[in-house]
């Protein structure tokens, strides 16, 4: 029972620390042509929302466990 304690809090501790770093990542957001090929990356939201307006597609990239996907915004 004394050993379970300490085991029990190290896996919570990590796992709270995987947790936070998913939250944590940067916001990407990428820039796609017609063909459905990156062209060029910008980390600005206000930036990507600019490209938006101005006729290009602009996705946000999202990272999870599966893979990197695609999101547009």
Avoid: C, W
Avoid at 2 to 19: A, D, K
């Amino acid at each position: 029972m004394n050993l379970l304690i300490p085991i029990f809090l190290t896996l919570g501790v990590i796992f709270g620390l995987y947790i936070f770093h998913l939250k944590k990542q940067p916001k990407r957001f990428v820039i796609i042509n017609p063909d459905n090929i990156i062209v060029g990356s910008v980390d600005d939201e206000e930036q990507a929302k600019h490209l938006k307006s101005r006729g290009y597609t602009v996705a946000r990239e999202i990272f999870s466990r599966r893979g990197t996907y695609f999101k547009p915004i």
